[in-house]
Each structure stands twice: as structure tokens, then as C-alpha cells.
């Protein structure tokens, strides 16, 4: 019995075995660990200086005539607050973006020229401040006026006042579009009166800058039904230097604190190329040793040339091959600054983005993101700004978005007394740069490992920028992918090793943490803005 109770002892045993074996699973066969993300290693070279910054700004077209008379003054100053403010909410959250430049156009008078200006969109008229008899009325342009004012009062550190067309009266067709042709829509009489005109208005708003001609590339003339779009005139090189010397020569007898920023091309590629067209190839016709009138010579003009980052931001190819030959001429040529000086979502971007209709969500904020790096880390811009700050339109070149009081957007003139007041993608993003870089810090380097810029446009991008009174250090993160970036930061030393951190993404705006400098990890989709200390 005891032989036979072993035998079945044992073969019980062996059965057990067996069964515990085939449920075991082989090394090669066990579930692995979630992949960890693949990390970004940045150097931080804090000695390695580039351009100074200047400002961040954005415009006052079309909407403040009429937003700016809006009886609802908690309405305006929730938009002035999101544009200028830099005051902090109680849980960290800026409340606004902090603009440091604000545009204020300076109308030329279609507004009082009413369906006979033959500009369509009401919107996009102005007043102007000098009537047809030589009368100045600074009652004009009051909506406009109470958002310089509301700049001011909130630490804006810079007015800048811009010029579409010249005054109706001044101009060859009595209109504030151009009648064809490429050259300046002015009276050949009328260049003094049209200098004197913004000397004085530069003068009354005590404004840092003047801006004469804005996109002189394009023809602004009206369409096959007789009708304009917006006030605008086209201009040549030749045109924009006689204005140039002869608002020179006003504000120099005036000595006047005022100074003139010319350029405002249409396209970065005009800065170096298209001579043929007579309104191009700038950068050298302006600022070559043989130029006729170098602008370095001129007693209050900035040495300074602005364009638009229209049209030249895709594919990543095109958006960092314009910027590196814009900036190789301009060093070439003495290194005048440059400005990229108005931008917006326009048109259709390589399918990917598109002005219309309306967006606001973080793709915008992203693609937004992407060319203000681009601009800053290829071209060397010292200001970046924005175009219309305030849109009515069913369109997605805006910062802060309005509604009519019914919460439509395809009637924008219901939202001419009141309305729905509405952020965006593109202003949170913009704020990761404009709220935290202030003037006159110095943009140093960052290299990212084994990386290219046309590359990194994809994947992730990192710009750093110091204050060197303070030893403050802001860098600016933005990560494309849709995964979260691990990030190692080298060569610096972090006071306390820690960073504020702001983060913008689909569901956050400006959201602060804390995070160790050892552990830093993007979120997907997402700008990331880093604010610390340096040793």
C-alpha cells in the first residue's frame, strides 16, 4: 500500500509540475514596459549672444473704432487686459499677455467718405485726424485712442503709429486705395503736407514710431466691381526713400524723439530678392555703402527694416531657408536690425492651416508658436507683431475674438456697440513669448542634440533668452508631437533648480507649475515657457 501511495504521490507531483510550466510564460514572451518617450538634450550656452529684444506687439486694426466706444467698459477692459496686462491671477495664471508695442493705425479719411470711399467693409475704413481744410480734430479715431490710453495705463512701453494711405486729400484719386500702377498714391505736391500730417499726429500721442507705407509690394487697387477691400497704397523703393528723407528732415527740425521704421514688406523674400519689380531687393537698395540715400545716414530713422512673415512659413523647408537668406544680407550689409513687423493666419497654408473659417484651438496656437521661433532664432528679429489684435471675422488672423451679443461671428457688424469677448490659441501662445521676454533681453544659444532647424519645426523647438541685470533666464519650449518630451538642460545652473513653468495647451492657457530643472517633461501639443534664475 505505502509503495503504491508513493507512486501516486509522486506521478501527482510531476502532474502539478507540468501544469505550472506550460502557465509560466518565456523571458521573450513577457509584456513589455510602456516605451518611455524619447527625450530632447538641450545646451544652453548663456555667453553666446545674438539680437537684443525690442518689443512684442500687435495692431489696432480694424476693430477699435468700434470697440473702443463700446459703452461696456468692463468689456473693454477684459480685451485690454488679455492684450496689455501684466498682472497675475491668484493661481499663478498671467492674466494677460503683455504686449510691449502697440500699432495704432493713422486713417486716412475713408470712414467720413462713408459708400463713396468704394471700400466695401465699413470696418475697414478709418477716420482721419486732418480734414480737407487743413484742420486737425483730435476728437478722431476715439476708439482707437481710448486702447493707446488703455496701453499706456497698463505698461505698454512702446506707440507706434502706422500709415495705410495717405490723407484723401493728399492722394491722386482722392481715394485711400490706389488708383494701378506701382507707385505711391500721393500727389506729387503733397509729400511735405503728408510728412507734416505725421510729425503732428506723432507729436500729439507722443508716439516712439512712425510707420509711412505699410506692404508698398502690393497693388491695393480695386477690384472688377470698382471696390476696394481696405485703405492701402502700393509704393517703390524710390518712393519710400523721398518719404524717408522727408520725414527726416521734419522731425530732425523739429528735434522731435520720434523715429521712423520703414519696410513693412509683404514678404520676407522682398528683402533680398525681386529687383525686377522695382519694391524689391530692399535690404540692399536702402542699406548698401552706394545706396543713394542709406538710411543710416538720416537723422531720426531707426536702422531698421520690417517685414511680414506672410506667405513664406511653409513647408519647413521655405520657412527656415527665407529667413537664413534674409539675415545673410542683412549682416552682409552692416546689420541693420529687422522686424517682423505684422503676421497672422492668412489664406491656405500647405493644407495645413487655414485663415478661413474661424480657428482658435492649439493646432493655431502651435503653428502661431512655430514662426515666432523662427523668426527670433533664424532672422534675428529684435520685434515680432502680431496683426489685427481684435477680430470680428469669421476668420483666424486674431488674437482676441468678438462675437455679436447672440454669440454669431458671421454678422460681425451686430458687434459694433456690443458683444461676446473671446481668447485664443494664438493669443496664449503669443503670450508664452510676449509676456515673459521683456525688452532689452538678449537672445542666447541653445543647440539641440543631434537636430537641425528645418527639422526641429516638426519635432521640438527651444529658444533661451537672458536678462543679464537681473540673471533672469526665460526659454521658450514648444513640442509638436504628440507625445510628452522628456527634456535634459546643459550647460547652466539653475538658482534653487527650479523653473516657473506656464504651459499652453489645448486645455491649459498660460498654466503655472513648478517643475526641478533635472525634471522637465513637455506636455504633448504644447508651448512651454521656463522662467528661472541663473547662477
Same mark, same amino acid.
Given at each position: ?160 503709429? +502706422? ?30 503736407? +503728408?510728412?507734416? +500730417? ?300 527650479? +523653473? ?36
Amino acid at each position: 500500500m505505502k509503495r503504491t501511495f508513493d507512486i501516486k504521490l509522486l506521478v501527482l507531483i510531476a502532474f502539478i509540475s507540468l501544469v505550472g510550466a506550460s502557465r509560466r510564460v518565456s523571458p521573450s514572451a513577457q509584456p513589455m514596459e510602456p516605451a518611455q518617450p524619447i527625450g530632447k538634450q538641450a545646451t544652453i550656452n548663456l555667453q553666446e549672444e545674438f539680437q537684443t529684444i525690442h518689443s512684442f506687439g500687435a495692431s489696432d486694426c480694424w476693430s477699435a473704432k468700434f470697440i473702443g466706444k463700446w459703452t461696456d467698459e468692463a468689456k473693454k477692459n477684459q480685451i485690454a487686459d488679455l492684450l496689455f496686462s501684466l498682472d497675475t491671477l491668484a493661481n499663478g495664471q498671467p492674466r494677460g499677455i503683455g504686449l510691449s508695442l502697440w500699432r495704432m493705425n493713422i486713417g486716412a479719411g475713408s470712414y467720413e467718405q462713408g459708400d463713396s470711399s468704394k471700400i466695401s467693409d465699413p470696418w475697414r475704413r478709418e477716420e482721419c485726424f486732418l480734414d480737407s481744410q487743413g484742420r486737425f480734430d483730435w476728437t478722431k479715431q476715439a476708439g482707437s485712442q481710448w486702447f493707446l490710453q488703455a496701453a499706456r495705463q497698463r505698461g505698454v512701453r512702446y506707440a507706434l503709429g +502706422f500709415s495705410n494711405s495717405a490723407p484723401v486729400q493728399m492722394t491722386r484719386n482722392g481715394k485711400a486705395f490706389s488708383p494701378g500702377g506701382r507707385s505711391f498714391n500721393l500727389k506729387p505736391t503733397a509729400l511735405a503736407p +503728408f510728412a507734416d +500730417f505725421l510729425v503732428k499726429v506723432a507729436d500729439h500721442f507722443k508716439l516712439d514710431y512712425l510707420s509711412p507705407i505699410n506692404e508698398p509690394q502690393w497693388d491695393w487697387t480695386a477690384g472688377k466691381n470698382g471696390r476696394a477691400g481696405q485703405e492701402g497704397s502700393p509704393a517703390e523703393n524710390t518712393d519710400i526713400a523721398a518719404v524717408a528723407r522727408m520725414l527726416s528732415t521734419k522731425l530732425a527740425a523739429q528735434r522731435a524723439k520720434t523715429r521712423v521704421v520703414l519696410g513693412e514688406a509683404g514678404q520676407l523674400n522682398f528683402l533680398y530678392d525681386k529687383v525686377e519689380s522695382g519694391r524689391g531687393n530692399q535690404l540692399s537698395y536702402f542699406f548698401s555703402s552706394n545706396a543713394a540715400s542709406p538710411l543710416s545716414k538720416l537723422p531720426n530713422v531707426e536702422p531698421v527694416w520690417a517685414y511680414h512673415s506672410y506667405f513664406t512659413t511653409c513647408p519647413d523647408s521655405l520657412l527656415v531657408d527665407t529667413r537664413q537668406r534674409a539675415i545673410q544680407r542683412a549682416k552682409a550689409l552692416g546689420n541693420p536690425m529687422l522686424w517682423q513687423s505684422e503676421f497672422g493666419v492668412l489664406g491656405d497654408i500647405c493644407g495645413q492651416y487655414n485663415g478661413s473659417p474661424r480657428h482658435t484651438d492649439i493646432n493655431y496656437g502651435l503653428y502661431v508658436a512655430k514662426v515666432i521661433h523662427n523668426d527670433l532664432t533664424i532672422a534675428n528679429v529684435t520685434s515680432w507683431q502680431w496683426w489685427l489684435a481684435i477680430n470680428p471675422y469669421n476668420y483666424s488672423d486674431g488674437l482676441v475674438y468678438l462675437n455679436s451679443p447672440a454669440g454669431t461671428y458671421n454678422q460681425h457688424d451686430k458687434a459694433r456697440l456690443d458683444g461676446q469677448v473671446l481668447d485664443s490659441k494664438q493669443l496664449w501662445a503669443f503670450g508664452n513669448y510676449a509676456r515673459f521676454i521683456r525688452p532689452g533681453m538678449k537672445r542666447v544659444a541653445v543647440r539641440l542634440a543631434d537636430s537641425h532647424p528645418i527639422q526641429e519645426a516638426s519635432q521640438c523647438m527651444i529658444s533661451a533668452y537672458k536678462d543679464p541685470r537681473t540673471r533672469q533666464l526665460v526659454l521658450v519650449c514648444i513640442n509638436m508631437a504628440s507625445e510628452p518630451t522628456p527634456l535634459q538642460l546643459q550647460g547652466l545652473a539653475i538658482r534653487n533648480s527650479r +523653473f516657473a513653468c506656464y504651459t499652453t495647451t489645448e486645455t491649459k492657457t498660460l498654466a503655472k507649475s513648478t517643475v526641478p530643472s533635472g525634471q522637465i517633461r513637455l506636455e504633448p501639443r504644447s508651448i512651454v515657457t521656463l522662467v528661472g534664475t541663473y547662477n
